[in-house]
């Protein structure tokens, strides 16, 4: 057993860049994920738009019920290794293989042949997913539990959103590049999965668990467990508002694309729309800086009105202005959304430890995931649905003009009204100002006292080695 403070130590910077590169990671292979697998199987492997969506709608069965499991068993796990890191070294492997086979299915050679890819693609989803859900859980989970004060938490959350949004941008421009070539997006794919293993590598060399709450902590059971979770009026709030938020990015990620492809007519439409997007990233980061510290209510309360108000624009006004107001907006929110998420669920797992006593991260992300994990397969088949119903043609360099309005309203449409209600949401999070400030210093003292209590432990521990 370590018997070094784990709440005072400042965390070096090796375990700051390997807990930030571990982070993007799963950042750029889920927003790839999301963004690029529509376009790529519709469009270059040209499978029909139905059973894609079919397939996510299986997928998302399997989405439902994993994830509350996988954080439960995880909370549970005792090595000596920690709780977290076994599942990242164990997973990371089959994650970067499961990743690549995605890109690379059975080509369909006729309509009847679908079915054939289809049914490959489901079942690289479900060992994708499966061993995804493990090292996000295990990833996140590490974020509260390396970092107890705040201070250092907002300094990793700050290092985490330096190295994530250059990943953001790769993830979003770098595959349009190689979308015409099915030989160089697969060769790119391939290079984004052995870097993120790469990462998780890292980070599993870098960065020890404290073992406090693993000795100290007595765990619930599944049933407790569960209860105390849903109880929370603070994860109540933040799990609505979020499966909100990640439903808005499952529908305007994979119809960027789209977008670029269909809508946005002319190159000087294209370059003004993503000089905007990233001007829009800029901002946002800046904006993340000023507030580190002062909890995530209104951060995430000016994102869901900014994406309501551009996309409702970009929507229904078809003017080049209104494009890139739209673009800026969309780039202003992705920092908040993908950085300020881990410093919600924070806040959240302080809170309730300061109620229960016990630490339950991995419990509550589970949950968390159980909640929006679905959102993923909804966008995907709200998307194609649309696609079918408005008569997009396959194959086709130009679509109609309802096609066109179609992508314009389940890309952003769909999204903005989703965010509107989100913004009425969140403005109840009730872990704000003086409230926040007095779980601060609750959190401080029990620590002190499981410190306190862990000490002891292994001090009793020891003289019985000798003994």
Known sequence: MQDADPFSIRIPWGKKLAFSLGAASVVLLMMIFNTWLPIYYTGIIKVDLSLFGYAFLIFMAWNMIND?????????????WGRRIPYVIFFAPILTVSFIFLWTPPIPASPAQDLITIAYLILMLFIFD??????????????PEMSMSEEQRTNLSFV?????????????????????????????????????????????????????????????????AMKYTIKSKSFLIFIFFNFLIQTTLALILPGLPYIIKYV????????????SGLAGLLVSVYYIIKVRGQGVRKPFLLTAICIGIGGLLFTFINHLATTIIGFFLLGA????????????????????????????????????????????????????????????????????????????????????????????????????????????????????KKLDEFKALAETQSDELRN
Not at 69 to 80: A, C, E, Q
Not at 185 to 194: C, N
Request: hydrophobic share 50%; glycine share 8%; aromatic share 14%.
């Open 68 to 80: 509350p499991l996988f954080g439960y068993l995880m909370d549970r796990t005792k090595t000596k």
């Open 130 to 143: 499966t061993a995804l859900t493990f090292i996000t859980i295990a990833k996140s989970s590490l974020f």
């Open 160 to 224: 985490a959103t330096i190295i994530t949004v250059p990943c953001m941008g790769v993830a979003l421009v770098a595959p349009n590049f190689f979308y015409g070539n099915a030989t160089l997006f697969k060769y790119f794919m391939t290079g984004v999965a052995f870097f993120t293993l790469f990462s998780w590598i890292i980070l599993a060399k870098k960065i020890r668990e404290t073992r406090v709450f693993m000795e100290v902590d007595k765990p619930l059971n599944l049933i407790k």
């Open 264 to 275: 946005l007519i002319g190159s000087l439409a294209k370059i003004l729309a993503s000089s």
């Open 333 to 448: 929110a992705f920092p908040t959304v993908y950085i300020l998420y881990d410093v919600a669920m924070g806040e959240i797992i302080d809170e309730d430890e300061m109620k229960t006593g016990i630490r339950r991260e991995g419990t509550f992300y589970g949950v968390n995931n159980f909640s929006f994990k679905p959102c993923i397969s909804l966008g995907f088949i709200i998307l194609t649905q649309i696609l079918a119903i408005t008569g997009f043609v396959q194959g086709s360099p130009t679509q109609s003009p309802m096609v066109q309005f179609g992508i314009k309203l389940a890309t952003f449409g769909i999204p903005a009204l989703l965010m509107l209600i989100g913004a009425a949401i969140i403005y109840f999070f009730p872990i704000r100002g003086a409230y926040l400030q007095k779980i601060k210093a609750e959190i401080a003292k029990l620590h002190k």
